[in-house]
T-cell receptor, first 115, second 113 residues
Framework: SQQGEEDPQALSIQEGENATMNCSYK?????LQWYRQNSGRGLVHLIL?????REKHSGRLRVTLDTSKKSSSLLITASRAADTASYFC???????????????FGQGTILTVHP | EAGVVQSPRYKIIEKKQPVAFWCNPI?????LYWYRQNLGQGPELLIR????????DSQLPKDRFSAERLKGVDSTLKIQPAELGDSAVYLC???????????FGPGTRLTVT
């Protein structure tokens, strides 16, 4: 089962433009994480945002979290051709007690950045 | 710092044959995960270890899949016998603990014919 659902499924932009990807989920979470996967390569962790945080930055990446709407967004500013990849959100759901670490991934957004 | 190491990178087998995947996590990472990723999908957790203990194997098909993590370091995931539907990329990940970000290996692409 997949809790996180990314939107859009695919996004095509020009270099220098900003890219925004959204993620919606269904249950309460401990944290939400964003990962990138290049063609033929493994997943790379980008940002972890905890349930009590609303916004986080890392370089050209900005992640927001709205727990009341059960949604998150990933913004990549000034995109580059090297940003071309699939982007996944993953939720660490609260399953009772203090259980952590069981990530549920969405289907991902395929981002293509044209030079 | 070396990342998560997996082998083999690719494996092609006939259905009903056994297959095994090996993972060496990042040094010092106590938590180890095995995921399966089907084409066009996100990874799905199969099993999670805290040191030697499998703390979550609820999504591991136990009739044909098995895993072990001897001495709390390396881990092996086995499928016996393999079915056509097992074709996927099998990813290993590790982390300092369950509350921390996970670092993924390059994966093993399994093709069952």
């Amino acid at each position: 089962s997949q809790q996180g659902e990314e939107d859009p499924q695919a996004l095509s932009i020009q270099e220098g433009e900003n890219a925004t990807m959204n993620c919606s989920y269904k249950t309460s979470i401990n944290n939400l994480q964003w990962y990138r996967q290049n063609s033929g390569r493994g997943l790379v962790h980008l940002i972890l945002i905890r349930s009590n945080e609303r916004e986080k930055h890392s370089g050209r990446l900005r992640v927001t979290l709205d727990t009341s709407k059960k949604s998150s967004s990933l913004l990549i500013t000034a995109s580059r051709a090297a940003d071309t990849a699939s982007y996944f959100c993953a939720t660490d759901a609260k399953t009772g007690g203090t259980s952590y670490g069981k990530l549920t991934f969405g289907q991902g957004t395929i981002l293509t950045v044209h030079p | 710092e070396a990342g998560v190491v997996q082998s083999p990178r690719y494996k092609i087998i006939e259905k009903k044959q056994p297959v095994a995947f090996w993972c060496n996590p990042i040094s010092g990472h106590n938590t180890l995960y095995w995921y399966r990723q089907n084409l066009g999908q996100g990874p799905e957790l199969l099993i999670r270890y805290e040191n030697e203990e499998a703390v979550d194997d609820s999504q591991l098909p136990k009739d044909r899949f098995s895993a072990e993590r001897l001495k709390g370091v390396d881990s092996t995931l086995k499928i016996q016998p393999a079915e056509l539907g097992d074709s996927a990329v099998y990813l290993c990940a590790s982390s300092f603990g369950p509350r921390h970000e996970q670092y993924f290996g390059p994966g093993t692409r399994l093709t069952v014919t």
